[in-house]
C-alpha cells in the first residue's frame, strides 16, 4: 500500500475517544502513519467531541456521521476501527468486512461465540483483516510474566489463581454493561481469560458457578452537597466463579464477585513447580514479582504458616540486554529504558497500549501478515468466559470445543436472541 491507509472510527463513546489519543501516541513516536477520515456515533455530539479531539491530536478534522451506511456511502476506506458497545459488534463489523475494510474490533469481540463467528466469517469472505483490541496482554507486565513463564527458570506452570472483588452496588462504568446485551462479565473478564491464554494456551474444560447479586445498581452524580443516585436494573451476572482445566490436572482459577461493598481485593498469581509470579494489575506500572523460596525457607516455617507461602514475593531483575529480548522494538520505544514496571499515570499507560494494538493493526493493513490478537484469539477469550456461564446454567462443566463448535448455547440463547442472532422465523 503506496499512502497511509484511510479509515473511520465507529463509536464516540468513553473508549472511541481514548483510541483517538491512542492513535495520536502512535503517531507521535512513528509507529502507525494511518490517516482518520470520519467519526461516527450515534448521538450526533459523541461524533462532534470526537472530531475536535482528532483535530486537535491529529491536526485534521475528520468528517462526522450519525450512520455507517452514511460514512460508507462512496468513501475510499482501507480499514475501521470498532468501539461501539459489543452487543452491536456483529452488526457494524459484518458489513464493512464483507466490503473488504479490514476491522479492528474492540474486545470482547461479540458478546456471544455465535456472535463472534458471524464476525470471524466475514473477515474471511471478504479477505480483510480482523484484529481484536485487546490492550491487557500489550501491557510490558505481561510480556515480562510470559517470558518468566516460558523461560522455564521456575520450572512447569502447575496452577494459576486470578480474583477480584470490589463493584459494590455502582453501575459499573455504563448502563449497558449490567444489561442482557452487555454483561458485565463477558466485558471485564475477556480481559483476563485473553490473558490465561496468552500464558497457557486454551484450556480443555471449564467449569463455572455465575450469579445476579445486585438487581439494582446506582449511578452516582455529586449535587450539591448531596450525593444524586439513579438506579439503574441489573440483568447481566455480577459474579463469576471459574475453574479452567488444563492438560495434566492443571487448574487455574478465575473469580470475579463485581458486587462487593467495602474492602475490595485484586490478585493474580502463577504458580510453578520452584516458585511463583505475582503479575500486579495492567497499566499500574507495578513491578512483576517471584518467588522462589530455597530449602532453607521452609525450615523457617512456624507451624500456622506452613500452608502458607515460603518466601514473599521480589521484584524481578531485569537487565538491559535480557529487556531488549524480553520486549518489542514498539514497546521500548513506547517505554523507553522499561526493564521490570514503569511510572506513568493510568491515562498515559492506557493511551500506550491502545498506540501498540494500532500500530501491529495498522502495519498488517499495510503490509499483511496477522495481527497478534486476531479473530480467533477475541473469540477464544469470549468463549472461555461463556463457557464458565454455560457450566453454571448446564450444571455441570463443558468443554471449551463444544461451546466454540456452537454445540452448547443454553445459556446464550436468550442473549442471542435479544441481539438479533437467533429467531423463531
Ligand atoms: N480495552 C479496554 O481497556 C476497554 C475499556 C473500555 C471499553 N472497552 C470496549 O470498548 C467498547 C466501547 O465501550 P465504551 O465504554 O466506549 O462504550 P460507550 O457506551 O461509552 O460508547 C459506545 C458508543 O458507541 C455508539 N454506538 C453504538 N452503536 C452504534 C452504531 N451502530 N453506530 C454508531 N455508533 C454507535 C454509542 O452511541 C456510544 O457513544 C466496548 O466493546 C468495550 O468493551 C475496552
Known amino acids: 500500500m503506496s499512502s497511509p491507509p484511510r479509515f473511520i472510527l465507529v463509536g464516540c463513546g468513553l473508549m472511541g475517544k481514548r483510541h483517538i489519543r491512542g492513535l495520536a501516541e502512535a503517531r507521535r513516536h512513528g509507529l502507525c502513519s494511518a490517516r482518520l477520515v470520519g467519526v461516527i456515533d450515534k448521538v450526533p455530539e459523541r461524533a462532534s ?78 479477505g480483510a483483516v480482523l484484529a481484536v483490541a485487546e490492550n491487557y496482554r500489550r501491557d510490558p507486565v505481561n510480556r515480562l510474566a510470559k517470558a518468566v513463564i516460558d523461560g522455564g527458570e521456575l520450572g512447569r506452570w502447575i496452577g494459576a489463581l486470578h480474583i477480584i472483588a470490589g463493584g459494590g452496588d455502582a453501575v459499573l462504568l455504563s448502563a449497558w454493561r449490567h444489561k442482557l446485551a452487555g454483561g458485565i462479565l463477558i466485558d471485564l473478564c475477556c480481559h483476563y481469560m485473553d490473558i490465561y491464554n496468552y500464558f497457557f ?18 449511578a452516582r452524580e455529586a449535587g450539591g452537597l448531596a450525593v444524586r443516585k439513579t438506579p439503574v436494573e441489573a440483568e447481566a451476572e ?11 490436572e492443571i ?12 474492602e475490595g481485593v485484586w490478585h493474580r498469581l502463577v504458580f510453578l513447580e520452584g516458585g511463583s509470579i505475582e503479575i500486579p494489575m495492567e497499566r499500574t506500572g507495578e513491578p512483576l514479582k517471584i518467588s522462589k523460596p530455597l530449602d532453607q525457607d521452609y525450615l523457617e516455617l512456624m507451624p500456622h504458616t506452613t500452608f ?4 514473599p514475593g521480589e521484584p524481578y ?17 513506547l517505554f523507553p529504558g522499561i526493564l521490570n514496571g514503569y511510572r506513568m499515570d493510568f491515562w498515559e499507560a492506557d493511551r500506550k497500549l491502545i498506540a501498540l494494538e494500532l500500530a501491529d493493526f495498522f502495519h498488517c493493513v499495510e503490509e499483511g501478515g496477522v495481527p497478534e490478537t486476531g479473530g480467533r484469539e477475541g473469540m477464544l477469550s469470549v468463549a472461555m468466559v461463556i463457557a464458565a456461564l454455560e457450566s453454571s446454567y448446564a450444571g455441570k462443566s463443558v468443554r471449551l470445543e463444544d461451546v466454540l463448535d456452537l454445540k452448547i448455547e443454553g445459556y446464550q440463547e436468550r442473549v442471542n436472541r435479544e441481539i438479533g442472532l437467533i429467531s423463531d422465523k
Request: overall charge negative.
Open 49 to 126: 467531541e470526537a472530531a475536535e479531539l482528532a483535530e486537535k491530536l491529529l491536526g485534521e478534522r475528520p468528517a462526522v456521521f450519525t450512520s455507517l451506511e452514511d460514512a460508507m456511502k462512496g468513501a475510499e476506506l482501507e480499514a475501521a476501527d470498532i468501539c461501539t458497545e459489543p452487543a452491536s459488534h456483529h452488526l457494524v463489523a459484518e458489513p464493512l468486512l464483507e466490503a473488504g475494510v479490514s476491522c479492528l474490533v474492540e474486545k470482547p469481540l461479540s458478546i456471544t461465540v455465535r456472535g463472534c463467528r458471524r464476525i470471524l466469517d466475514a473477515s474471511v469472505r471478504g
Open 201 to 218: 494456551g486454551a484450556p480443555e474444560k471449564v467449569s463455572g458457578f455465575a450469579a445476579l447479586l445486585r438487581k439494582v445498581r446506582y
Open 238 to 248: 455480577d459474579s463469576l466463579d471459574a475453574t479452567l482445566h488444563y492438560r495434566d
Open 251 to 262: 487448574v487455574a482459577k478465575f473469580i470475579a464477585n463485581l458486587a462487593v461493598t467495602g
Open 308 to 311: 502458607l507461602g515460603q518466601k
Open 317 to 333: 531483575k531485569v537487565s538491559p540486554t535480557a529487556a531488549e529480548e524480553i520486549y518489542d522494538r514498539e514497546t521500548r520505544i
